[in-house]
C-alpha cells in the first residue's frame, strides 16, 4: 500500500532508521511498547519512554491512513 502522503520525520528525536524499525516490530509482532523498548535495547539502542510517545503517534496515522484508503 502507498501512502497518499509521505511520512515526515521532521522534529523527531530519533533516526528514521530507528522510528521504522520500532514501527515494524510494534505492528509486524503485535508486540507492546515495552516490548519494543526491550527489543531495542537488546540491540544497543537506548531510546527510553520517548519512543512510546513516537510510536503512539505512528500508530495514529497509521490507522488514519488505513481508514482513508478504505473509504
Not at 22 to 29: E, G, I, Q, S, T
Request: glycine share 2%; no cysteine.
Amino acid at each position: 500500500m502507498l501512502l497518499a502522503h509521505p511520512i515526515s520525520f521532521k522534529r523527531r528525536r530519533f533516526p528514521p532508521e530507528v522510528i521504522q524499525h520500532a514501527v515494524w516490530l510494534y505492528f509486524r509482532f503485535t508486540l507492546s511498547i515495552r516490548d519494543v523498548e526491550e527489543l531495542l535495547a537488546q540491540r544497543g539502542i537506548k531510546v527510553g519512554p520517548l519512543i512510546a510517545a513516537t510510536l503512539r503517534r505512528f500508530r495514529a496515522e497509521a490507522h488514519q491512513t488505513r481508514a482513508a484508503a478504505a473509504a
